[in-house]
């Protein structure tokens, strides 16, 4: 089994900066891809960001170049870095891989619990 464990959400100003992590333990044989996503109130859930095992990223026309994806494999953990948050980032944010139990197997997903992001002042 493997489990997600998310944290560094929390209320911010508009402006600020906010830092995620996102923490997978249990038996992991490789994390192919990490990922963010977040749900609004009444809304649906979507991506933010991704990042590959290579390092490539992807991200949300909406957080490019104020949101940045990273992660350390020894650690199997991700991390957001969210700089000039503005109110319509407020969400709660869920952290997302895709593990490989062994290397015989497809990578399944996974989600973390979700941690919540309030943008105001």
């Known amino acids: 089994q493997v489990q997600l464990v998310e944290s560094g959400g929390g209320l911010v100003q508009p402006g600020g900066s906010l830092r995620l992590s996102c923490a997978a333990s249990g038996s992991i044989f490789s994390v192919p891809v990490m990922g963010w996503y977040r749900q609004a109130p009444g809304k649906q859930r979507e991506l933010v960001a991704t990042i590959n095992n290579d390092g490539t990223t992807n991200y949300a026309d909406s957080v490019k170049g104020r949101f940045a994806i990273s992660r350390d494999n020894a650690k199997n953990t991700a991390y957001l870095q969210m700089s000039s948050l503005k109110p319509e980032d407020t969400a709660v944010y869920y952290c997302?891989?895709?593990?490989?139990?062994?290397?015989?197997?497809?990578?399944?997903?996974?989600w973390g619990q979700g941690t919540q992001v309030t943008v105001s002042s």
């Open positions: 997302a891989m895709a593990v490989r139990t062994t290397p015989w197997v497809v990578p399944q997903n996974y």
